[in-house]
């Protein structure tokens, strides 16, 4: 069965360092999404990505984040400039369709810790 | 956003079915009620899926009340590995999911 996968699984970074992590969504899927999980609470939604823009994005992501599709495969998150308070699990997922029936699958997720 | 509520957290005993409540009094007529799980540690996993019928896969079954204010997801035979934290979520297709706390269930062996 196909699904998304994460790489790194684990990334220790000190603060003020820029981070990319990395997502391969399902192939023939269309629409890609971050979301990031701090640890003890609610997963939130940090971005969605359509036809190589943004979609919609939360408050959450701002400057110092940013998405890119680099090929036909990878999907990945940058983080610029990393404080103390992005440590987190962060989920790639993907779906074929962006409608309200169709179900996004999520990867393993990136375990980013901040020093 | 349209809010669900579901319970902190409830307990099963292994091989009995499981049935896991949502509600979502402020329902749209285009949501869709999605459930997922997290197991320790790993990335929300989908389960089940649906508008106005109740639906059935391997994995689980969904009861859709007749005015969908309610759902509750049945698990027909709880296992060790069914343990994790159940959301349901109200997705319109806004290409975002908003996740509440869920349920954490535990299963009893």
């Known amino acids: 069965e196909p699904e998304v996968t994460q790489t790194p699984s684990h990334q220790v970074t000190q603060m003020g360092q820029e981070v990319i992590l990395r997502c391969v969504p399902i192939?023939?899927?269309?629409?890609f999404y971050w979301y990031r999980q701090i640890l003890g609470q609610k997963v939130e939604f940090l971005v969605s990505?359509?036809?190589?823009?943004?979609?919609?994005k939360s408050e959450i992501f701002d400057d110092q984040f940013s998405v890119e599709r680099p090929d036909g495969s990878n999907f990945t998150l940058k983080i610029r400039s990393t404080k103390l308070e992005d440590s987190a699990m962060y989920f790639c997922?993907?779906?074929?369709?962006?409608?309200?029936?169709?179900?996004?699958?999520f990867g393993p997720g990136t375990r980013l810790l901040v020093l | 956003d349209a809010k669900t509520t579901q319970p902190n957290s409830m307990e099963s005993n292994e091989e009995e079915p499981v049935h896991l409540p949502c509600n979502h009094s402020t329902i749209s007529g285009t949501d869709y009620i999605h459930w997922y799980r997290q197991l320790p540690s790993q990335g929300p996993e989908y389960v089940i899926h649906g508008l106005t019928s109740n639906v059935n896969n391997r994995m689980a079954s969904l009861a859709i009340a007749e005015d969908r204010k309610s759902s509750t997801l049945i698990l027909h035979r709880a296992t060790l590995r069914d343990a994790a934290v159940y959301y349901c979520i109200l997705y319109p297709g806004t290409y975002k999911y908003i996740f509440g706390t869920g349920t954490r269930l535990k299963v009893l062996a």
């Open positions: 192939s023939n899927h269309l629409y």
């Open positions: 990505f359509y036809n190589n823009e943004i979609s919609e």
């Open positions: 997922a993907s779906s074929l369709i962006g409608t309200a029936k169709e179900t996004q699958y």
